[in-house]
């Protein structure tokens, strides 16, 4: 007989050199309501299956795909057995009113997309909680979270939108999000912080990765959803 279905499956994509995640899954481990976690990575990966499922020392899903972070996470989605879906990055770092939120079984979600608030941990600049207020601002007044910021939808839901896009060089949460919005469906705050690691911020420098991502925001917002969401009112 097969085993119940998860209420949650919680996808961690992972790059070709991504560690991080050796240090969220034991966190993961404070989540009291039924969930399967699924490791989205690459065949390009030379790490082993063998060699993930030793480090984190608890049953997980391993799915392997081509290269490329859409292509992981919709991958992965094909592998779950969830109703509700939770794609969560590597370098993220939950809270503890995130943590008590997920374990209430998140009662009364309806279909849509929810995400946290964003909160950047201590490990970049100081100026990095500018991002994030301005994040939540742009989150909670226009409807247009990234990813980072955890996104949970209804399995039905992102089979339905047709997951995300494979064929942007960056950007595929943003433009997810669009077809959601297009949809008719809700795009909501759920509270709560998750907290994402701002080493980039750190390594590359703040001025440089704020203005290289608003560069990269606006661009695709004029090339890619504006065009769309006018023909789409048409």
């Known amino acids: 007989m097969s085993s119940p279905r998860p209420r949650l ?40 299956d063998d060699e993930f499922r030793k480090a984190i020392a608890r049953p997980i899903v391993i799915c392997r795909t081509l290269q490329g972070r ?40 309806e279909q849509g997309l929810y995400y946290f608030n964003l909160k950047y941990q201590k490990d970049g600049p ?3 909680a500018l991002n994030a207020w301005a994040a939540n601002l742009r989150s909670n007044v226009f409807g247009l979270p990234f990813g980072d910021q955890g996104f949970l939808i209804e399995r039905e839901l992102f089979i339905q939108l047709g997951g995300y896009s494979t064929s942007c060089k960056y950007g595929e949460d943003h433009l997810f999000v669009w077809k959601v919005h297009r949809s008719g469906k809700p795009v909501r705050s759920l509270g709560s912080a998750l907290h994402s690691s701002a080493r980039k911020y750190r390594d590359s420098g703040w001025a440089s990765v704020t203005l290289n991502h608003s560069v ?15 023909e789409h009112e048409h």
């Open 9 to 48: 499956s919680i996808i961690v994509p992972i790059g070709s050199s991504e560690v991080s995640w050796s240090a969220l899954f034991p966190q993961l481990e404070q989540l009291a309501v039924s969930h399967e976690i699924i490791l989205a990575a690459s065949l390009e990966d030379a790490r082993a």
């Open 70 to 109: 859409g292509a992981q996470m919709n991958a992965a989605a094909k592998l779950s057995r969830g109703e509700l879906l939770w794609f969560l990055h590597a370098d993220s770092e939950l809270s503890k009113p995130l943590i008590e939120q997920i374990n209430s079984g998140l009662i009364g979600i």
């Open 126 to 128: 100081s100026l990095c």
């Open 216 to 230: 990269l925001f606006i661009t695709q917002l004029v090339r890619e959803c504006l065009p769309k969401g006018l």
